[in-house]
């Protein structure tokens, strides 16, 4: 009989953050009136609607502050996968008369991929770049892709698996000397490190509330005043007549207080994750054997800690580290129940018995030591019993000296 989830520990560890963040207190405080008393359309002309009307522009103003441009730069969405679309088909449907060359990465989320995809059969050519065993895309061959017909280029600022920062400012520089628009996802990146998207000549940038203790289903899509893109949805006037659809105000007045409370303490607090990133990261290459750490040592998210373990499955894994109470990932959250290693996983060229053991650990500000050292000891214990079950490992330490 499996033991009952969380029965080992009086608590529960969440180290899956990149996945989803929890709600903070403030946030949802903020929130509250627009859920009840404040329930106006912000369309009306009557006070009840006008009300509301000002609560999105202190939202639009809070994110506009937070990366040094306009609130008219900051366009709502539906979240990350919403905004990326926008974008690249967006940029694409406008600009098809100039070229339908689009360059991308290979490690890229799936919103951008997919994306790029469906925009294949409907006669773009796509590039998809190489990156390095770290994750980094290579800058000259970016620089050598380049053509007269490359209409965008979309690099992920963050990657939300390994969590490589990718060298988004060099290619900012790049395509000042360019044409093609450049978009970047920032996902991951955004409520986590400072984007200066005009100082790294950035036009499309997409973000997500869920990732930065926002709530679910609302993100937005920076856009460069330079820039014109379709309308994604039809109908209303709502976001200057680009997005049509009665506007979702308590979550935009809760991702512009996310916003806020995120940037106004974030050197403070992101030193404070990293440490223990750092702390894991050094007790997870010292005491586990058989380990591979993936992405960069230094110049990654704070929060994010990937390994790949051999002779044992990333699933099973997350699994059993879900029965000791502790929440993790194999990969994307996006991804969860595929057999095979994430796409990203294996652009790293990482061998696949060891690429199948891969789980993710994304910490917050919520996350302590006393958190990350019963995760270790439960991993040891968890790894212990597991490879004592797999032949490859046991026939390796027979003939071990």
Same mark, same amino acid.
């Given at each position: 009989?499996?033991?009952?989830?969380?029965?080992?520990?009086?608590?529960?560890?969440y180290?899956?953050?990149a996945?989803?963040?929890?709600l903070?207190?403030?946030?949802?405080e903020?929130m509250?009136p627009y859920?009840t008393?404040?329930?106006?359309?912000p369309?009306?002309?009557?006070?009840?609607?006008?009300?509301?009307?000002?609560a999105?522009?202190?939202?639009?103003?809070?994110?506009?502050?937070?990366?040094?441009?306009?609130?008219?730069?900051?366009?709502?969405?539906?979240?990350?996968?919403?905004?990326?679309?926008?974008?690249?088909?967006?940029v694409?449907?406008q600009?098809?008369?100039?070229?339908?060359?689009?360059i991308?990465?290979?490690?890229?989320?799936?919103?951008?991929?997919?994306?790029?995809h469906?925009?294949?059969?409907?006669?773009?050519?796509?590039?998809?770049?190489?990156?390095?065993?770290?994750?980094y895309?290579?800058?000259e061959?970016?620089?050598q892709?380049?053509?007269?017909?490359?209409?965008?280029?979309?690099?992920?600022?963050?990657?939300?698996?390994?969590?490589?920062i990718?060298?988004?400012?060099?290619?900012?520089?790049?395509?000042?000397?360019h044409?093609?628009i450049f978009?970047?996802?920032?996902?991951?990146?955004?409520?986590?490190?400072?984007?200066?998207?005009?100082?790294?000549?950035?036009?499309?940038?997409?973000a997500?509330?869920?990732?930065?203790?926002g709530?679910?289903?609302?993100?937005?899509l920076? #856009?460069?005043?330079? =820039?014109?893109? $379709?309308?994604? +949805?039809?109908? *209303?006037?709502?976001?200057?007549? @680009?997005?049509?659809? %009665?506007?979702?105000?308590?979550?935009?007045?809760?991702?512009?207080?996310?916003?806020e409370?995120a940037?106004e303490?974030?050197?403070?607090t992101?030193?404070?994750?990293?440490?223990?990133?750092?702390?894991?990261?050094?007790?997870l290459?010292n005491?586990i054997?058989?380990?591979?750490?993936n992405?960069?040592?230094?110049?990654?998210?704070?929060?994010?800690?990937?390994?790949?373990f051999?002779?044992v499955?990333?699933e099973a894994?997350?699994?059993?580290?879900?029965m000791?109470g502790?929440?993790?990932?194999?990969?994307?959250a996006?991804?969860?129940?595929?057999?095979?290693?994430s796409h #990203?996983?294996?652009? =790293?060229?990482? $061998?696949?018995? +060891?690429?199948? *053991?891969?789980v993710?650990?994304t @910490?917050s500000e919520? %996350?302590?030591?006393?958190?990350?050292?019963?995760?270790?000891?439960?991993?040891?214990?968890?790894?212990e019993?597991?490879?004592?079950?797999?032949?490859?490992?046991?026939?390796?330490?027979?003939?071990?000296?």
């Amino acid at each position: 009989m499996l033991p009952e989830r969380g029965s080992h520990l009086s608590k529960h560890i969440y180290l899956d953050n990149a996945a989803t963040t929890r709600l903070s207190k403030e946030v949802c405080e903020e929130m509250l009136p627009y859920l009840t008393d404040h329930f106006g359309n912000p369309s009306s002309i009557y006070d009840l609607g006008a009300n509301n009307k000002s609560a999105l522009l202190h939202a639009r103003k809070q994110i506009a502050h937070t990366l040094s441009c306009e609130p008219q730069n900051i366009f709502f969405t539906s979240g990350g996968t919403e905004s990326d679309n926008w974008a690249l088909i967006g940029v694409a449907e406008q600009y098809k008369e100039k070229g339908k060359h689009i360059i991308t990465t290979k490690i890229e989320h799936h919103a951008v991929l997919n994306s790029c995809h469906y925009l294949e059969k409907r006669g773009y050519e796509i590039t998809y770049l190489n990156v390095d065993e770290q994750g980094y895309v290579d800058v000259e061959q970016l620089r050598q892709k380049l053509r007269n017909d490359t209409i965008l280029v979309s690099v992920m600022l963050a990657n939300n698996e390994i969590g490589t920062i990718q060298p988004i400012r060099q290619i900012g520089e790049i395509l000042q000397h360019h044409s093609a628009i450049f978009h970047t996802d920032a996902v991951q990146a955004y409520g986590h490190m400072e984007i200066p998207v005009k100082d790294w000549h950035i036009d499309l940038l997409s973000a997500s509330a869920h990732k930065f203790h926002g709530p679910k289903g609302i993100g937005f899509l920076y #856009v460069n005043n330079n =820039l014109k893109l $379709p309308s994604f +949805l039809h109908g *209303g006037q709502q976001e200057q007549g @680009l997005r049509a659809g %009665t506007e979702n105000v308590p979550a935009i007045v809760g991702m512009g207080k996310a916003a806020e409370l995120a940037y106004e303490k974030l050197k403070e607090t992101q030193s404070q994750i990293a440490q223990l990133r750092d702390y894991m990261i050094y007790r997870l290459e010292n005491e586990i054997s058989f380990c591979h750490r993936n992405g960069p040592r230094v110049n990654r998210l704070a929060n994010n800690v990937n390994f790949s373990f051999e002779f044992v499955e990333g699933e099973a894994l997350v699994i059993l580290l879900d029965m000791e109470g502790i929440c993790a990932s194999a990969g994307s959250a996006c991804n969860a129940g595929q057999t095979t290693a994430s796409h #990203v996983i294996q652009a =790293l060229h990482i $061998p696949d018995e +060891l690429a199948r *053991g891969t789980v993710r650990f994304t @910490l917050s500000e919520d %996350t302590t030591k006393e958190d990350i050292d019963d995760t270790v000891a439960a991993l040891k214990k968890i790894l212990e019993k597991n490879r004592a079950l797999n032949p490859r490992y046991q026939a390796m330490i027979k003939t071990a000296p």
